[in-house]
């Protein structure tokens, strides 16, 4: 997966906070003692080139007190690791942006969020973070539904009109989302229906009220089918303060589904976990990720042969960028080798 090209999330990191012993906060093996940071760049990144666990990275940070409002970080600034009675902590030093970028004084600091360094990559998450895509069966069962497209079409597109059952008497005028109800999220482990995919296929307007409304397609990416359903487009802004924290202990969960096509599970690639809010998932929460340990028959014994397991096998980190009720989607941040579905995922120090 590509390296995201342009800029809109930003880590809200804690001002002042003080430092503390370098064994609560493992420095990488090779970490440098200062960075320039580089367009490109993202903050997870860069956390992971001072310390070994870079959702550590609030724990060592400290504002440089010449400097008004260190939340955003910029291509040009630089990060200095410095130490007080072996205590490590960062701090930061306003460089100068790159060409074409206005610099302004550390007061006003209001260059424009797309400049600032985000914390994952922004353009891999986007198209998941504004429509809906798990559903439970309740939504399913009461979500409007095209009960036909114009002029009796068995498929629609863009610009096609849309008729529409079951679409609230009072529904707000605006955008609408057409979506397809594609396969059941599983709990591997007890076959529980966490949810139900939804396929993205459309977007639309209401265009008149009534049974059936009517709506008109302003974007389409499949074709649109009778028996699709809509469901009306969140308000919510993008998040915008991903902040990397380890996930509870209790979470002990799997990778279920892999999202947007992909066959091979590695850095940045985007996955379904069974478990979200109800079991204390949030945004920036940091899983670990384990390969099971597979069976082996031990028969080299003066005895009888043995199945035994070998041990769990680390294999990444995810981050939670999305959680829903039941599920998760989480992006994979660091992959020290293949990630599979039904992988194991726990809190990072559980």
Known sequence: MHRLRRFC????????IAAIQAAEV?????????????????????????LKNPW???????ANPQIKNP???YPGDVLVL??????????????????GVEKLEPAIRERPVTQAIPT?????????????KVVSREELETAP????????????????TLYVRRFPKNAAEGSYTVFRPDDAIRDPETEEILGYNALYVADSHLRQRGDPAVLEVDRSVREILVGDRLLPVGTAQLALDYYPQPAPKSVRGHIVKVLDGVSQIG????????????DGLQKGHVLKVWRHGVKVLDNLERRASEWVTLPDEEEGWVMVFRPFERVSYGIVMKATRAIHLGDLVTAPDA
């Open 9 to 16: 999330l930003v880590l809200v990191l804690g001002c002042c």
């Open 26 to 50: 493992p420095l990488a093996a090779d970490h440098p003692q200062r960075y320039t940071v580089v367009k490109g760049d993202t903050l997870w990144d860069i956390a992971a080139r001072f």
């Open 56 to 62: 550590d990275w609030p724990k060592i940070w400290k």
């Open 71 to 73: 939340h955003w970080i």
């Open 82 to 99: 410095q130490f007080d009675n072996g205590r490590p902590y960062l701090t930061l030093q306003r460089g100068n942006p790159p060409p």
């Open 120 to 132: 994952i990559p922004y353009e891999a998450v986007r198209q998941f973070l504004t429509t809906p």
């Open 145 to 160: 539904y095209i009960i036909s497209l114009a002029d009796n079409r068995l498929i629609g597109g863009s610009g096609d």
């Open 267 to 278: 850095q940045y690639a985007l996955v379904v976990i069974d478990r979200g809010t109800h």
